[in-house]
């Protein structure tokens, strides 16, 4: 078996592949950075270590051989969504827990690269709210709204040594979408918990710049055709749409569209996470249904369930769906009448 | 010359390597002291051997005669003798040995009397039984016997096409020969459009060969319409082709005559025009000897030509090449033996280097990127049939449409894993045409059983039948043994027996010229070798199997 064809396309592997998408998530990184401190790099390198660990660890294991897999770059695209979706200055092994999941748990146990039916980061995310809920939802409070923002090395500090000098609540805060259930929860009304200045002007100050460079990067993604248009777009659309209903039917209980898409994991599930293909849909109309019900579910989590964001479990209830969207939605073949279903279930 | 296009989903950009050959006219060969016919150069049955070793043989002369429908005639490059009638390395990609006629010349090249067509007169029929004895088949790379595709009856063709794309990557004799011989060409298509009864006529060239476009312009009549088509592989493809140009869709398992197309290589129409306005059979064709030689180029080169001898006129191999291949990059396979000769499929040879063919990467696991699939010009889904083909689950693989892979390549191309889809498609079409062979022994075995039984049963009746007539006619002649009757009619026994046989005969006989023909332009030599088999075994058994391709999984 080594026959045609005899050439390959040329920078083309799936390293450079993972390589671009982390590149893409570097404008977000630095909006980061800039209204939240440089806290994120501490635990951007330490999810980054720790996945490499377990990797090669269970690499070693199974006896796969390590540098074509290790360096293939998944695992630290893995990591990396990992660290942005999670709280950073937490402490180091709550990071710990987080990879083990994503990695050994969400990835290995299910038979490695390509094999993974949930989205590896998204099932860390999961397991570690499940059962550090208050660590998860004690986030760096943005530059202007917080008393302190830790430089580098008092990040360091924070993570390894627990805090010491500086309490929590000085640099802490609970996120916007959090603020904004448990104050209309209290009866407040929207303008008056819109009007704080954690919400900025849109979706969170400082989380709204962010999110704008992730549909930036995002974007750039899908110019580079690293990813389709239709999962992104999709995605914002079930968010905007469900939303945007939800607002209409009870302004005072359901905030709008554009706080939904630029708060919380809105853009970074849409461009980064939704998109990951092993675990997303693969035909062009079962893209567009995983995204947009991922969307619509991740609204309704927000809005009724209770946990302060959604994409994730929105995310992992679409890919149980992946193989039966997948069969149903096969697009037609040249020279064939119809599509449909094929394959699978 | 504004047509409007359609766009083909899929395709790739592999780099072209056109410049290369494409800048030298075209070279002929000088006279070879040896050659080494093969009998089976094109699509269906080889044909049958008209020589032995020792029979002086003229250039021109037909050594092998068509043997059944799909099939054609194979000629005598030059004036010698014969050596052998022999198996023989071919340039095929099992790398198996096929019967050929070894021919020493005489060096003198005595040609037979070559009797031009009158093409406009003739009838039909015998104007194609010509075509078919003068050899020629497709030289798209498919071979597909001419005689077949110029028939229009009930095929309702309207629109004729010339393919001049030739979009894999390095080969580039189309294009010179639509740079050189322009005319010649044409009025080969000219002869085509009479036999089918073509109302349009379309060329299509990739947008990357100017000069041919040019040419191909200034020497085509006002009613044939020469369309750039955008550069982009696999616009050379049949079915691809015929829906840039067209817009009409090749269905499944059909041919484009299906959708009222024909389609031919530029190439096949020169030699067209060469056989009705010379009467000269197909004796040579153009080939693309590029890669890392010392002189790439295009030459022209009587068929059964050693590679080796071609590649000599090209100045040979450069040091450091790594093996050879035949036909392009994309689609093309790997040469076994310098020693096997140029064929009617043979249109490119490519000498690898390293630096032009580096080392494949490791292979990871599918990401389900999706890549393939967007590459796909027959909108497959290659990841799911590769899922299947690995677990060697052949009918999931065959439910997403396994058999409407073209097995061009571009999905191989792109894939970031680096994973040899092609490779699986190739193993998984070839496991389930040989289960559908053993199915087939299976079935034809049970059904010898059940008839054995039935006859040996039917032997007992008729044993007992003739028994009790035996006693009835005893009596009967003892009754009439006086009056003196003679029994005088006829054994109804043997005649029964004939009636059988001959039944049985015309079966066979519809059997074989049932074969439907495939739209088999561009098709990759694997598919090639996996129809011709299954022609051969069609051939041998002799029995009826109609379907154009193995029944399908219901989906
Ligand atoms: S291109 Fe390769 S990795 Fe991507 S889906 Fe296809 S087979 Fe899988
Ligand atoms: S080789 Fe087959 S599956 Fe791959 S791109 Fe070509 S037609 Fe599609």
Redesign the pocket.
Same mark, same amino acid.
């Given at each position: 078996m080594n026959g045609s064809p005899y050439i390959l396309s040329e920078n083309n592997s799936v390293t450079v592949v993972m390589l671009k998408v982390l590149a893409a998530l570097i404008p977000g990184v630095i909006a980061q950075v800039w209204f939240f401190g440089p806290g994120i790099l501490v635990s951007l390198s330490l999810c980054a270590l720790f996945a490499i660990g377990f990797e090669a660890f269970i690499l070693l294991m199974r006896g796969i051989p390590l540098k074509p897999f290790l360096s293939d770059g998944s695992v630290l695209l893995t990591a990396c969504l990992l660290a942005l979706a999670m709280p950073t200055l937490a402490p180091w092994w709550l990071y710990l827990v987080g990879v083990f999941f994503a990695v050994v748990v969400a990835k290995h146990l299910y038979g490695g690269l390509g094999q993974n039916l949930f989205n590896p980061a998204m099932v860390g995310y999961a397991a570690l709210i499940v059962s550090f809920p208050v660590y998860m939802t004690q986030w760096a409070a943005p530059v202007g709204v917080a008393h302190v923002t830790p430089n580098l090395w008092e990040a360091f500090d924070l993570v390894f040594a627990g805090g010491g000098s500086i309490s929590p609540d000085a640099y802490t805060s609970a996120t916007v979408l959090d603020t904004w259930k448990t104050q209309v929860r209290q009866g407040l009304g929207a303008a008056e918990i819109l009007g704080q200045p954690i919400f900025g002007r849109a979706g969170g100050r400082g989380q709204e710049i962010v999110a704008l460079m992730y549909l930036g990067g995002g974007l750039l993604l899908v110019s580079n055709r690293l990813a389709t248009w239709h999962i992104p777009f999709a995605f914002l659309a079930g968010i905007a749409a469900t939303a945007g209903v939800l607002h209409l039917v009870e302004p005072a209980r359901h905030a709008g569209p554009l706080f939904h898409l630029l708060s919380g994991g809105a853009m970074l599930g849409a461009f980064f996470i939704a998109t990951d293909p092993v675990t997303a849909a693969s035909t062009p109309l079962g893209k567009l249904i995983y995204a947009g019900l991922a969307g619509f579910l991740t609204v309704i989590i927000r809005a009724y369930g209770g946990y302060p964001d959604g994409v994730a479990f929105a995310v992992l209830l679409m890919n149980v769906a992946v193989p039966f969207i997948d069969a149903y939605t096969q697009p037609r073949v040249f020279g064939h009448k119809h599509g449909g279903k094929r394959g699978k279930p | 010359m504004s047509r409007k296009l359609f766009t083909c989903n $899929?395709g790739v950009h592999p780099e072209g390597h056109k410049d290369a050959s494409s800048g030298t006219p075209i070279v002929i060969l000088p006279l070879l002291p040896r050659y080494v016919v093969p009998l089976r150069q094109h699509i269906g049955a080889p044909a049958r051997a008209l020589v032995r070793a020792g029979d002086a043989v003229l250039r021109g002369q037909m050594i092998g005669a068509a043997e059944g429908y799909v099939s054609t005639a194979a000629h005598a490059p030059t004036s010698g003798r014969v050596v052998a009638v022999e198996p023989h390395e071919v340039p095929h990609p099992s790398g198996l040995t096929d019967l050929c006629v070894v021919i020493e010349s005489d060096g003198l090249d005595q040609a037979v009397e070559f009797q031009p067509l009158d093409w406009r007169n003739l009838d039909p029929s015998a104007l194609r039984n010509r075509i078919r004895d003068l050899g020629l088949a497709g030289l798209g790379g498919a071979v597909f016997p001419s005689f077949i595709k110029l028939n229009p009856e009930g095929a309702g063709i309207d629109t004729l096409i010339l393919n001049g794309a030739e979009c894999e990557p390095w080969i580039t004799c189309d294009d010179r020969l639509m740079r050189e011989r322009a005319a010649e060409i044409l009025q080969g298509v000219a002869v085509m459009r009479h036999m089918l009864g073509a109302r349009e006529v379309l060329i299509g060239i990739e947008d990357n060969k100017p000069e041919a476009l040019a040419a191909m312009r200034a020497a085509a009549a006002a009613d044939v319409e020469v369309v750039a088509v955008p550069t982009l592989y696999p616009t050379g493809g049949g079915k691809q082709l015929t829906y840039i140009l067209t817009g009409r869709e090749t269905p499944t398992g059909g041919r484009s005559t299906d959708v009222g197309v024909q389609v031919f290589n530029v190439g096949t129409a020169y030699a067209l025009h060469r056989a009705v306005a010379l009467g000269e059979p197909m004796l040579s064709r153009v080939v693309t000897v590029t890669g890392h030689v010392a002189a790439p180029g295009n030459y022209e080169a009587r068929l059964g030509t050693p590679i080796t001898d071609l590649l000599l006129a090209a100045g040979g191999a450069l040091p450091g090449s790594i093996g050879k291949l035949v036909g392009g990059p994309m689609m093309g396979f790997d040469l076994e033996d310098n020693a096997a000769p140029l064929t009617k499929a043979v249109n490119c040879i490519i000498v690898k280097h390293s630096s032009l063919f580096p080392a494949k990467p490791a292979v990871l696991p599918c990401i389900r990127c999706g890549a *393939?699939a967007r590459? @796909? #010009?027959?909108d497959?889904q #290659?990841f799911e049939?590769y899922w299947f083909a690995r677990a060697k689950d052949f009918g999931k693989a065959q439910s997403y449409d396994l058999f409407? *892979?073209?097995? *061009? $390549? @571009? *999905?191989?191309f792109v894939c970031p894993s680096h994973i040899p889809?092609?490779d699986f498609?190739r193993f998984a079409k070839s496991e389930i045409w040989e289960r559908e062979r053993h199915k087939h022994d299976a079935d034809q075995a049970r059904a010898r059983h059940e008839f054995k039984e039935f006859r040996l049963e039917r032997e007992k009746q008729e044993k007992a039948e003739k028994l009790a007539a035996k006693v009835a006619e005893n009596k009967a002649r003892d009754a009439a043994a006086a009056a003196g009757v003679a029994e005088t009619a006829a054994d109804p026994e043997a005649e029964r027996k004939k009636a059988i046989l001959q039944a049985a005969l015309d079966r066979a006989k519809k059997a074989r010229e049932g074969v439907t023909p495939r739209n088999t332009e561009n098709l990759p030599p694997a598919v090639e070798k996996q129809i011709s088999e299954i022609e051969a075994r069609r051939a041998e058994s002799g029995a009826a199997q109609p379907e154009t391709d193995p029944p399908r999984a219901e989906s």
């Open positions: - | $899929g *393939c590459a @796909c #010009p027959a497959l #290659p049939m409407d *892979c073209i097995e *061009c $390549g @571009c *999905c191989s889809l092609v498609f």
